[in-house]
């Protein structure tokens, strides 16, 4: 490596005389005695050939030379600066685990995907996913054992909206999922098809009823074929033309991409369900929430979200 001809010890030494306009209190400002200053500033002025200060009534001037020094002073001093702040963030930020949560189907089809791009990206972040139910998620982050949670709007309580700084994030579109095998269009009857659907004390089913009032129907009137405890079991069972059902596109992307099953997207106004980015107000300050809070936006405004999720064909 090649030897400069000044050390950056020498540089803040003439960096403070300029501010502080004495040697004195250059010295005492360094921690250094006055003599240390004084041979710091012969050594560099003969390494670079070239007097640096003139000395005038008891005053200090920097001759054309020692203010070109003294400009690439102020230069590497702040770069030494910029890099020290950096070294010292990394090394905060290796003790620190940031922790996403949602539940289990966001979790594996979407969350998953999102940390592990962000990880990408910012490869010296700790980020873990945390999956837990939608209506303990509030509370989680709340309490600190999640710091950003994905989870569907209506499910955070109205008595923590002050608590939490939300953000709309993304709307589930659902589909009628059919088998590759049957041709199918929304006009229709919707009565001759047998459903397979989400049990009655689940969460979704009520989403899936709010589908079907649009269409004046209750799924009573619906041939159920099957009613089961998840959307695996359901996913699983329209492949085996047992019949069709109302999914997200985001459950059954892999299904889509490799044609092995087909859908109907259902374009109807108020009936999306909408997922939001929670975090505690007083932990949205924090960086690395921010990098991450951030940069699901990101992926969402560059046009990535669906490209990621294999959704874009």
């Given at each position: 490596m090649k030897d400069f001809s000044f050390t950056?010890?020498?540089?803040?030494?003439?960096?403070?005389?300029?501010?502080?306009?004495?040697?004195?209190?250059?010295?005492?400002?360094?921690?250094?005695?006055?003599p240390a200053v004084s041979l710091q500033l012969k050594q560099l002025q003969q390494d670079i050939?070239?007097?640096?200060?003139?000395?005038?009534?008891?005053?200090?001037?920097?001759?054309?030379?020692?203010?070109?020094?003294?400009?690439?002073?102020?230069?590497?001093?702040?770069?030494?600066?910029?890099?020290?702040?950096?070294?010292?963030?990394?090394?905060?930020i290796k003790k620190f685990t940031l922790i996403i949560g949602s539940n289990k189907m966001l979790g594996k089809y979407l969350s998953s995907k999102i940390i592990e791009i962000f990880c990408r990206r910012y490869s010296y972040s700790h980020v873990k996913l945390k999956i837990c139910c939608d209506k303990s998620l509030s509370w989680n982050i709340i309490n600190g054992r999640v710091d950003i949670g994905?989870?569907?709007?209506?499910?955070?309580?109205?008595?923590?909206?002050?608590?939490l700084h939300r953000t709309s994030y993304f709307e589930e579109q659902l589909a009628l999922v059919i088998p590759i095998s049957y041709e199918y269009q929304l006009t229709n009857d919707l009565t001759k098809l047998n459903l397979v659907t989400i049990k009655p004390h689940l969460q979704s089913r009520h989403f899936i009823d709010n589908i079907l009032n649009r269409f004046n129907l209750e799924l009573k009137q619906l041939k159920i074929r099957l009613a089961l405890n998840s959307s695996e079991a359901i996913k699983r069972s329209v492949y085996n033309e047992l019949g069709v059902a109302f999914l997200s596109p985001i459950y059954v992307k892999e299904e889509f991409y490799k044609k092995r099953l087909n859908s109907i997207t259902l374009n109807l106004k108020n009936t999306n369900k909408r997922f939001t980015l929670a975090i505690n107000i007083k932990n949205k300050g924090f960086y690395l929430s921010k990098q991450f809070y951030d940069y699901c936006f990101t992926i969402i405004n560059r046009n990535l979200y669906n490209k990621f999720l294999n959704l874009d064909y």
């Open positions: 950056l010890r020498q540089l803040k030494v003439i960096q403070t005389i300029k501010t502080e306009g004495n040697v004195k209190i250059t010295a005492k400002h360094l921690k250094l005695s006055q050939y070239s007097k640096i200060l003139i000395r005038k009534k008891n005053e200090i001037y920097f001759t054309p030379e020692g203010e070109l020094v003294l400009d690439y002073a102020n230069k590497v001093l702040r770069l030494c600066e910029e890099a020290d702040k950096a070294i010292l963030y990394l090394k905060t994905i989870l569907p709007d209506n499910e955070v309580p109205t008595n923590l909206y002050n608590l």
